[in-house]
């Protein structure tokens, strides 16, 4: 398993690929792996999604019940975004980015105080989330508009479909009860 730390407590994850004529296999999570770079649960819940090409979801967050999302595209590619919502960080409102896809089977670790969201940049994409903490609570959930002009992401193709609830979003610096670290 390969680390390239992002920023602070951010990381991308590349699991060591065994592959042969049959094609290949990697473990997707090894609890003590993860635990001793500081990645820890308790793992509660697992969430799939599949998108098109150009779609965006997100930018969502929970707070107070935060959640940390390790996110593994299962098939197709995405460039995968988060952005630190947490008030008192050093890269408060800073975006970051990778592009995630099923050839590399790289993972984003995305720890409690960031958005995330992405934008499918395959035919389509089915993305899992390992979520940390809590449960997903609707109470808790927070959405930043994934075009906040104050934060500028460069999404990299046109953007297609977008949820009702996504684009009703409001620009961070509107967004109420942030998490301070």
Same mark, same amino acid.
């Given at each position: 398993m390969k680390i390239n730390k992002i920023?602070?407590? *951010?990381?991308?994850?590349?699991?060591?690929?065994? %592959? &042969?004529?049959?094609?290949?296999?990697?473990?997707?999570?090894?609890?003590?792996?993860? @635990?001793?770079i500081g990645i820890k649960g308790p793992w509660l819940q697992d969430n799939n999604s599949k998108s098109n090409k150009g779609d965006v979801r997100g930018l969502h967050f929970q707070y107070p019940k935060s959640q940390g999302k390790l996110v593994t595209v299962i098939y197709g590619c995405i460039f995968d975004v988060i952005i630190d919502v947490r008030k008192k960080s050093p890269t408060f409102s800073k975006w970051f980015s990778l592009e995630l896809n099923d050839e590399k089977s790289n993972q984003f670790w995305v720890p409690p105080g960031f958005a995330h969201g992405f934008? *499918? =940049?395959? +035919?389509?994409? #089915?993305? @899992?989330?390992?979520?940390? =903490?809590?449960? /997903?609570?609707? @109470?808790?959930e927070k959405i930043v508009l994934f075009n906040d002009p104050d934060?500028? #992401? +460069? /999404?990299?193709? %046109? *953007? @297609?479909? *977008?949820?009702? +609830? &996504? %684009? +009703?979003?409001?620009? =961070?610096?509107?967004?109420k009860n942030l998490p301070d670290n």
């Amino acid at each position: 398993m390969k680390i390239n730390k992002i920023t602070h407590n *951010v990381y991308e994850i590349q699991p060591k690929i065994f %592959k &042969d004529e049959r094609g290949y296999f990697y473990e997707s999570f090894h609890l003590k792996r993860y @635990n001793e770079i500081g990645i820890k649960g308790p793992w509660l819940q697992d969430n799939n999604s599949k998108s098109n090409k150009g779609d965006v979801r997100g930018l969502h967050f929970q707070y107070p019940k935060s959640q940390g999302k390790l996110v593994t595209v299962i098939y197709g590619c995405i460039f995968d975004v988060i952005i630190d919502v947490r008030k008192k960080s050093p890269t408060f409102s800073k975006w970051f980015s990778l592009e995630l896809n099923d050839e590399k089977s790289n993972q984003f670790w995305v720890p409690p105080g960031f958005a995330h969201g992405f934008q *499918v =940049l395959s +035919k389509f994409a #089915i993305v @899992n989330y390992k979520c940390s =903490l809590n449960y /997903w609570s609707q @109470n808790d959930e927070k959405i930043v508009l994934f075009n906040d002009p104050d934060i500028n #992401i +460069k /999404w990299p193709i %046109k *953007v @297609n479909k *977008v949820s009702k +609830k &996504d %684009k +009703k979003a409001l620009p =961070l610096k509107e967004i109420k009860n942030l998490p301070d670290n």
